[in-house]
T-cell receptor, first 112, second 112 residues
Framework: EDQVTQSPEALRLQEGESSSLNCSYT??????LFWYRQDPGKGPEFLFT???AGEEKEKERLKATLTKKESFLHITAPKPEDSATYLC?????????????FGGGTRLMVKP | NAGVTQTPKFQVLKTGQSMTLQCAQD?????MYWYRQDPGMGLRLIYY???????DKGEVPNGYNVSRLNKREFSLRLESAAPSQTSVYFC???????????FGPGTRLLVL
């Protein structure tokens, strides 16, 4: 069974204080790992897809990396507008219907 | 483009009542999904439709039915609502074979 665990559950940062969010996964053949951002009261918004160990993707202050067991979302010099819940999900090659398994999310709060 | 739209945004039901959640997408995607999101549980797949005319069960299908009305629309029906179905429901769509999803804004359902 595919599993995704995100840590920490919540993270408080001061504006400008860089940090990383972790997504640990177990999957029988990784097809893709996905990062989403979710603002309160809204649906998740797609950020990145990573396909193989060693791959990196960047978007503004966010950088996602992937190893064979985990992914990190690095946030450099965060701003208050980066406050949101960040979700990680995996897709395996052997599951039917293009299914994703989601983690519980990390709630990020950036104070000015 | 409106993306993925959902109605209603919020609904209160009494135990045993029925209702249908509506979802539509204007991105010409083949695949559509219904998820529920509960605190500490992450996003869980209820049903999905890989293409027009097909539907399949996800992780938590009990108590729900779906209809893929056409390529644009995918509805979720609760025949006899239970308090355990209190949740936030998200509809999503994707290109066939691609892992990332476009999510709607969600429907908040409270069953008393």
């Amino acid at each position: 069974e595919d599993q995704v665990t995100q840590s920490p559950e919540a993270l408080r940062l001061q504006e400008g204080e860089s940090s990383s969010l972790n997504c640990s996964y177990t999957v029988s053949g990784l097809r893709g790992l996905f990062w989403y951002r979710q603002d309160p009261g809204k649906g998740p918004e797609f950020l990145f897809t990573l396909y193989s160990a060693g791959e990196e993707k960047e978007k503004e202050r966010l950088k996602a990396t992937l190893t064979k067991k985990e992914s990190f979302l690095h946030i450099t010099a965060p701003k208050p507008e980066d406050s949101a819940t960040y979700l990680c999900a995996v897709q395996a090659w052997n599951n039917a219907g293009n299914m994703l398994t989601f983690g519980g999310g990390t709630r990020l709060m950036v104070k000015p | 483009n409106a993306g993925v739209t959902q109605t209603p945004k919020f609904q209160v039901l009494k135990t045993g009542q029925s209702m249908t959640l509506q979802c539509a997408q204007d991105m010409n995607h083949n695949s559509m999904y219904w998820y529920r999101q509960d605190p500490g549980m992450g996003l869980r797949l209820i049903y999905y439709s890989a293409s027009e005319g097909t539907t399949d069960k996800g992780e938590v299908p009990n108590g729900y039915n779906v209809s893929r009305l056409n390529k644009r629309e995918f509805s979720l029906r609760l025949e006899s609502a239970a308090p355990s179905q209190t949740s936030v429901y998200f509809c999503a769509s994707s290109e066939a074979g691609l892992g990332y999803r476009y999510f709607g804004p969600g429907t908040r359902l409270l069953v008393l």
